[in-house]
């Protein structure tokens, strides 16, 4: 493996999702319930949105958000592509499967997040993969 790696070997395929629509609370209860420390935000038509992290989460809290009323749209990171020509700070990225663990590792660092969107072959298929996930692949 090593730093060339294409990334899709550390991607979770299977990162649960969230809408716009859903509650703050309806947020932790299912990230608690997955284990997750991101999940998928997508709109109605199921296009991806952007992000939901564990930090925004505590952002809402510390902020005394309501549980109930605050929807996914009010705090969501949304993302934006990031290519290897173009490196760019965004609080959210989204990569393509192909990508190498050295560029992954390089736009995790610029945008100074901890997950990626990764987007796979077909159009509407997307999964997170976390720094410890490309590590995981960077020394296998």
Do not use: Y
Not at 30 to 39: I, R
Not at 54 to 60: A, F, Q, T
Request: charged share 25%.
């Amino acid at each position: 493996m090593g730093l060339q790696s294409e990334i899709k070997d550390a991607v979770n395929w299977k990162a649960p999702a969230v809408t716009l629509q859903n509650s703050l609370g309806e947020v932790i209860q299912k990230m608690v319930n997955n284990n997750a420390s991101a999940l998928v935000v997508k709109t109605d038509d199921d296009a991806v949105a952007g992000i939901v992290t564990e930090m925004d989460l505590i952002d809402c809290i510390s902020n005394k958000k309501d549980l109930d009323k605050t929807k996914v749209a009010e705090f969501l990171t949304p993302c934006e592509l990031i290519t290897d020509d173009r490196l760019t700070k965004s609080p959210c990225a989204q990569l393509d499967e192909s990508q190498s663990v050295e560029n992954s590792i390089k736009v995790l660092s610029a945008s100074g997040t901890h997950n990626l969107l990764v987007s796979g072959a077909s159009d509407k298929e997307v999964g997170i993969a976390s720094i410890r996930d490309l590590l995981k692949l960077f020394i296998s």
